[in-house]
Nanobody, 124 residues
C-alpha cells in the first residue's frame, strides 16, 4: 500500500522560508514522478512543482519560479520543497503526489497517490 506523508508546514512571516518533506512508503519502483500541489480555501488544487525520477526534469508554476526549489532522494523515497521569499498568497495546504507512469506531469489528474497535506500559512 502506497503512503505519502508530508511534513514541515507551519506559520511563517512574509519573506520567510519553509522546507517541506514528503516521505513515501510502499513504492516498489523508483521510476515515478513526484509532485507538489497546493489548495487554498475556496480554490481548486493547483500545481506547484514536480520532479522526474532521476531529478533531471523539474517543473515549476510561474508563481513560484525563482523562489521554490524541488529535490528528491530516491534512496530515502523522499521529496523536498524548499520555499523561500514566501508571500501571503502562498498560504495553502500543500500536498505531495506520485505519478507511477513517470510522466512529465503537471496536472492533478495525472497523479495516482496523494498525501494528507500539510498547512503552510504566511502572515503579512
Amino acid at each position: 500500500q502506497v503512503q505519502l506523508v508530508e511534513s514541515g508546514g507551519g506559520l511563517v512571516q512574509s519573506g520567510g522560508s519553509l522546507s517541506l518533506s514528503c516521505a513515501g512508503s510502499g513504492l516498489t519502483s523508483k521510476v515515478y514522478t513526484m509532485g507538489w500541489f497546493r489548495q487554498a480555501p475556496g480554490k481548486e488544487r493547483e500545481f506547484v512543482s514536480a520532479i522526474g525520477w532521476s531529478g533531471g526534469w523539474t517543473a515549476y508554476a510561474d508563481s513560484v519560479k525563482g523562489r521554490f526549489t524541488i529535490s528528491r532522494d530516491n534512496a530515502k523515497n523522499t521529496m523536498y520543497l524548499q520555499m523561500n521569499s514566501l508571500r501571503p498568497e502562498d498560504t495553502a495546504v500543500y500536498y505531495c503526489a506520485v505519478d507511477l507512469a513517470a510522466r512529465a506531469a503537471v496536472s492533478v489528474g495525472a497523479y495516482d497517490y496523494w498525501g494528507q497535506g500539510t498547512q503552510v500559512t504566511v502572515s503579512s
